[in-house]
């Protein structure tokens, strides 16, 4: 089955705390894609990161850092020094049948309230 | 990225009227495009997958009587809700398909009455 989660429903961090998102996925495909959005309470969805499957390098962009590990179908996603600025929904997305642009099965998302 | 807009971004109906939403691609063609569905505090499900010039293929659960696409071009998209009922209102985000990733639209707040 084709399956993302997020089993974090809510989490509340100081500004300048570090924080981590996780996103666990399971699939049938050899070749896939994984997303995260992020959805601030405008409600647009933001673009963050794609991964392919053949790519486990981890990636840092600035304050954001992502961990993919096949072993453990995991992709997940930190944010360093947090800032109010972050506080939103951050959806884990998993591209169907292995293309980044085919249609898209969305975890349930990770609400982060960044408190200053 | 590319860039979507959706038109209107809210619009509040009574119930038994029908609402169209448009989804426009400003600078780029898609063949495929698709649209979502989020209930508050939800996550995004997928509704239906169209193909410019074909009919849109629904998810299980979405009546496709109900939920009109019209997929006309490969820069525009409609989605009309008909004789829309309050459990009819949602949030609903179109996304067009691109090269490496799809491009959302803003997204379009329906309420109904």
Redesign the interface.
């Known amino acids: 089955a084709q399956k993302v989660t997020q089993a974090q429903t809510e989490i509340s961090v100081v500004e300048k705390e570090d924080v981590t998102l996780d996103c666990v996925y399971e699939t049938r495909d050899t070749t896939y894609y994984l ?1 995260w959005y992020k959805q601030p309470p ?4 933001v ?1 963050l990161i ?1 991964r392919n499957s053949f790519d486990e390098q981890n990636e840092i962009s600035g304050r954001y850092s992502w961990n993919f590990q096949k072993s453990t179908s995991s992709f997940n996603f930190t944010i360093t020094a947090s800032q109010v600025v972050d506080s939103a929904v951050y ?1 884990c997305a998993l591209g169907e049948g292995g293309g ?10 990770t609400l982060l309230a960044v408190q200053p | ?1 590319a860039v979507v807009s959706q038109h209107p971004s809210r619009v509040i109906c009574k119930s038994g009227t029908s609402v169209k939403i448009e989804c426009r691609s400003l600078d780029f063609q898609a063949t ?1 495009m ?1 649209w979502y569905r989020q209930f508050p505090k ?5 509704m239906a ?1 169209s193909n410019e010039g074909s009919k849109a293929t629904y998810e299980q659960g979405v009546e496709k009587d109900k939920f009109l696409i019209n997929h006309a071009s490969l820069t525009l998209s409609t989605l009309t809700v008909t004789s829309a009922h309050p459990e009819d209102s949602s ?1 609903y ?1 179109c996304s067009f ?6 491009f ?4 379009t ?1 329906l309420t109904v009455l």
């Open positions: 997303f405008s409600g647009e969805l673009f794609r959806f980044a642009t085919n249609k898209l099965i969305f975890g349930t998302g | 990225g495929t698709f939800q996550s995004l499900m997928l997958t949030f985000i398909s691109g090269y490496n990733e799809q959302f639209g803003p997204g707040r």
